[in-house]
């Protein structure tokens, strides 16, 4: 393993800057420490410049580029000074230059709650003008202050520090280091050797000193006794639509605006009070043994245990408790007003004595420790710290729980494969709780540092192959089923659309096998079955369903396995079996649209080996006749959008763009006709799919030019040039020039009698 330490460098190559004053400024390297790092000015010959950015190390892992913490960042960034004195009944806050950002502040009385406000509140109370750059206010006597800045994804630090008891002035000073793009301008200070560089503004400016006169970084002389990030930060009253980068400088632009009372009455839109943000009163049920614990945590099937272990800190069931108060309060948010089982996604148990045992024999030597346990008291992962390092991992929006879920996965279909006395049912839970994973980027990066205080997650190693003929088995058991086994559908549905076990567990994308054709064989004989279950089914609380139709399913995954490739085959190779599935479909008489417009999409790419197709027009002639001609097209257009299945795209995408389709697909389908003469035989068919389409998208230029070409070619002379005139006449600038000089020129054949 090497380390390396890496820079990277932006030259802006012909950019000058303009300096107030040029005298004394020299060309070489100059340096940046007062916005959170180590930035690099090198002005270079030929009045170019170049900034560097300093980072950290980085790992290489296999085909993995591991970017480290650099050991020097500095993870608090509130510089904190205090005076003192004894008479003091308040204290003094002076704010440095809190500009715009999402700054909050708290103060705590011993281990009472903490009571935060954001500090632009408390600037529009006292400084409503907005006339001074620094903030002054006073606070009452407390034992500790929390400092908080919440940036624009969300992410907070927070920030505890203990305050002298004398203390009577805290002068606060918040470090950003974040840089955003400047509109650069400069000036050089000759007094102090100092080159500045800001927007045109000229606020907030980068300072830089020349590499050989740079003096040592300032390091904040008071540090906080504990230091968290958390993402989605918030505290009892918080507002939940605030924390935004900027957005009280927004509200207070909006506010400031003039309105127009004589267009739009003010009392036509009057404006409610806030509603206070509401919280489900939720509370955990901590049980008394471990084993309680492990039962209460195997009846949901969403949740896993935590197990805290730290038998030697005296403070620990105080903060124990404290956490749980806190996750409590958070998880009653998210629930927001009535219980939720989405959000109730772990349990917690503090080990005591009694314990020791099961620890030893599971091999957790460690204390502290924090574990987590899935239902059947498997450990998943261990963290060789205490909860209040870990606590941030515990929530419901992080990554760990999906991390969780992933490797509890692997770990059931390991034992259920090995267990040669597993029934169907452990089989089909298996691999439906595999299928089921959320799919989010996981880098997998493992913990190499013995040291470590990150959580280390079970890997469980599985044989894909042993898997798949499992799998196999267990469809072949199942196609004689009289009822349809819902979760063996949702397995199914999930693998065949390249979602499910397979794309989980061993991250590979495949094209359809004989076992997903078997499969589907399953689906197609339950789907009544499967339709009629649906809706029960995807409401089965705590458990996340989504089941569409079955029709609907199967014939998305035959359109997804058109682009599907794997070891150097495509899907290409499965379209007489394709192509048998929709002929299933449509003969039972449950072709929706969504089977038929992946069919016709299907068709339309093939050829029959005389070139024509054939096949593909016959089909289409069929459903054009049954579904679509006859009087009222557009009634009967409504009628098929009313009926569209829940997961189909266009009843998302809405009715126009369902017409849009129709009126394509018919001018696609009689365009074939008018570019192969194979496929002659279909001309009068292709001329009433023409004129529907103009139905239904009147004055198309293309579709004028289609039905004015197949008139042609039906004889019908004079009515094709007076159609091709209409072409011509509503050819508009979205028309490519090409293809509107190609009209231009039929016409011209047409009217000439060359073409």
């Known amino acids: 393993m090497r380390n390396f330490i890496w820079s990277l460098s932006l030259l802006f190559a012909g950019i000058s800057i303009s300096f107030a004053q040029t005298n004394g400024i020299e060309k070489g390297t100059y340096l940046s420490t007062n916005k959170g790092g180590k930035i690099k000015l090198n002005l270079l010959d030929d009045n170019k410049y170049e900034l560097v950015f300093y980072s950290g190390g980085y790992e290489i892992k296999g085909d993995s580029l591991v970017f480290l913490k650099s050991k020097n960042t500095v993870d608090n960034r509130f510089d904190l000074s205090f005076a003192k004195d004894k008479k003091a009944k308040k204290i003094k806050i002076k704010f440095l230059n809190p500009s715009y950002y999402s700054f909050y502040i708290g103060t705590q009385k011993g281990t009472e709650a903490v009571q935060y406000q954001r500090l632009s509140d408390i600037k529009t109370k006292v400084d409503p003008e907005y006339i001074k750059t620094d903030l002054d206010f ?153 084993k309680k614990a492990i039962e209460s945590t195997k009846t949901a099937s969403n949740k896993f245990l935590v197990v805290v272990v730290d038998s030697k800190n005296k403070t620990t069931k105080e903060t124990f408790d404290a956490f749980i108060k806190e996750q409590e309060t958070q998880t009653g948010y998210n629930m927001y007003d009535s219980y939720n089982a989405l959000y109730d996604t772990y349990n917690y148990y503090l080990a005591g004595a009694d314990d020791k045992k099961w620890l030893k024999n599971n091999k957790i030597i460690n204390d502290p420790s924090v574990l987590v346990l899935n239902g059947n008291g498997d450990v998943l992962a261990v963290a060789k710290s205490d909860l209040t390092t870990q606590q941030y991992q515990f929530s419901y929006y992080g990554d760990f729980y999906r991390k ?273 003469p194979q496929n002659s035989n279909f001309i009068k068919n292709a001329v009433k799919w023409s004129e529907y389409s103009l139905v239904i998208s009147k004055n198309n230029p293309y579709y004028l030019d289609t039905l004015a070409q197949l008139y042609y070619k039906d004889g019908q002379t004079q009515k094709a040039i007076e159609t091709q005139v209409l072409a011509v006449k509503f050819i508009t600038s979205d028309v490519d020039e090409e293809t509107a000089n190609q009209m231009k020129e039929v016409l011209t054949k047409m009217s000439n009698g060359t073409y």
């Not at 503004?201 to 040592?216: H, I, Q, R, S, T």
């Not at 390249?498 to 997903?516: A, M, P």
């Open 138 to 290: 006073e606070i009452e006597k407390t034992d500790f202050l929390y400092l908080v800045y919440e940036d624009y994804n969300g992410k907070s630090d927070v920030n505890k520090y203990a305050l002298p008891k004398d203390v009577s002035e805290i002068t606060i000073n918040y470090d950003l280091a974040v840089l955003n793009d400047l509109n650069l301008a400069g000036s050089f200070d000759k007094n102090t050797k100092e080159l500045k560089i800001s927007d045109q503004a000229g606020k907030d400016p980068l300072v830089f000193v020349n590499e050989k006169d740079e003096k040592p970084a300032k390091a904040p002389t008071v540090v906080p006794i504990e230091t968290q990030s958390v993402t989605n930060w918030t505290y009892p009253g918080k507002d939940p639509d605030y924390g935004s980068y900027g957005s009280a400088v927004v509200d207070s632009i909006y506010n400031s605006l003039p309105v127009d009372t004589t267009a739009v009455p003010a009392a036509a839109y009057p404006l409610d009070p806030p509603a206070s943000y509401s919280k489900y009163d939720f509370k955990l049920k901590i049980e008394g043994n471990l």
């Open 404 to 676: 969780l879920q992933k490797a509890n996965a692997f770990l059931s279909i390991d034992k259920v494969l090995k267990n040669k006395k597993a029934s169907e049912a452990d089989l089909i839970n298996a691999f439906n709780k595999a299928a089921l994973l959320e799919i989010f980027y996981d880098s997998d990066y493992s913990v190499s540092d013995p040291n470590s205080t990150d959580f280390v997650i079970t890997k469980t190693a599985l044989d894909q192959k042993e898997a798949a003929q499992t799998w196999k088995k267990l469809i072949e058991a199942h196609q004689k089923d009289k009822a349809v086994n819902m979760y063996l559908a949702e397995t199914i549905i999930k693998e065949i659309k390249n979602q499910g076990f397979t794309k989980q567990l061993f991250n590979q994308e495949r094209i359809l096998n004989d076992t997903d054709f078997l499969a589907i064989d399953y689906l197609l004989k339950h789907s009544d079955d499967i339709e009629n279950n649906k809706v029960a089914f995807n409401n089965n609380a705590p458990e996340v369903h989504n089941i569409g139709s079955a029709v609907s399913e199967i014939s998305n995954a035959l359109q997804q396995n058109l682009y599907a490739s794997q070891d150097g085959l495509t899907g290409e190779m499965n379209k007489e079996k394709i192509n048998s599935v929709y002929k299933k479909i449509i003969a039972s008489g449950k072709g929706n649209f969504d089977a038929y417009r992946n069919y016709f999409y299907y068709l339309s790419q093939l050829e029959d080996q005389d070139g024509s197709n054939t096949t593909y027009l016959k089909e289409f002639s069929s459903y054009f006749d049954n579904t679509l001609a006859g009087p009222s097209p557009i009634e009967k257009l409504d009628a098929i959008f009313g009926g569209l299945d829940s997961s189909s795209s266009y009843s998302y995408d809405g009715w126009s763009s369902f017409k849009l389709y129709h009126s394509d697909i018919c001018n696609n389908a009689a365009w074939a006709v008018v570019l192969k």
